[in-house]
């Protein structure tokens, strides 16, 4: 039973408009959550996290949403540039300290020059 | 600092035959993790070790894995005897124990088995 669902695969975008890759849980116990990319041949790389007591988290381009009472998650990149092609992971856990991680499948981003 | 370093970064292997992957973490980091990505299940936590130690091995799938780290600097991942079910890529990565799931993988081992 996948407790971290990404149910898009892939995704294509324009360079500079919007991506929009989302994230759904099931688990009432998950409180954290982070977003991983990972390129071709390389390890995922940390991207950005959010608290549940926070509905929004912002880093330059890329911002975190969350909705608990849909138990649903969204990472906002804007304006998207092709080097954001990547398989992004989207990960879940029980606290902020917490060492437990859930991972979704991912999902393949492509930004189209 | 060069990163978490992964060796071999490719393995191709006869069903049988013992396989050990290597690792060696962040100078500094006091966590380490193993995983494993396939497509059917993604990736999965194997083992985690907090300074040295084991601390969970809950997602080890059976007796054929077994995972040391003697000591803060080096660690292995060992598959005895292989079987083509095990053909995956495995992710070794490190954090602080402050900040445990803010991991750095390494590039991965890509393990087949024949």
């Known amino acids: 039973d996948q407790q971290v669902k990404q149910n898009s695969p892939s995704l294509s975008v324009q360079e500079g408009r919007i991506s929009i890759l989302n994230c759904d849980y099931t688990?009432?116990?998950?409180?954290?959550f982070l977003w991983y990319k990972k390129y071709p041949a390389e390890g995922p790389t940390f991207l950005i996290s959010?608290?549940?007591?926070?509905d929004k988290n912002e880093d330059g381009r890329f911002t975190v949403f969350l909705n608990k009472s849909a138990k649903h998650l969204s990472l906002h990149i804007v304006p998207s540039q092709p080097g954001d092609s990547a398989v992004y992971f989207c990960?879940?856990?029980?606290?902020?300290?917490?060492?437990?991680?859930?991972f979704g499948k991912g999902t393949k981003l492509s930004v189209i020059p | 600092d060069a990163g978490v370093i992964q060796s071999p970064r490719h393995e191709v292997t006869e069903m049988g035959q013992e396989v050990t992957l290597r690792c060696k973490p962040i100078?500094?980091?006091?966590?380490l993790f193993w995983y494993r990505q396939t497509m059917m299940r993604g990736l999965e936590l194997l083992i985690y070790?907090?300074?040295?130690?084991?601390?969970?091995d809950s997602g080890m799938p059976e007796d054929r894995f077994s995972a040391k780290m003697p000591n803060a600097s080096f660690s292995t991942l060992k598959i005895q005897p292989s079987e083509p079910r095990d053909s995956a890529v495995y992710f070794c990565?490190?954090?602080?124990?402050?900040?445990?799931?803010?991991?750095?993988f390494g590039a991965g081992s890509r393990l087949t088995v024949l």
């Open positions: 990565a490190s954090s602080l124990a402050s900040r445990a799931n803010v991991l750095t």
């Open positions: 688990n009432s116990m998950f409180d954290y």
């Open positions: 959010i608290s549940s007591i926070k």
């Open positions: 990960a879940a856990t029980d606290g902020a300290g917490s060492y437990q991680l859930t």
């Open positions: 100078s500094g980091h006091n966590s």
């Open positions: 070790f907090n300074n040295n130690v084991p601390i969970d």
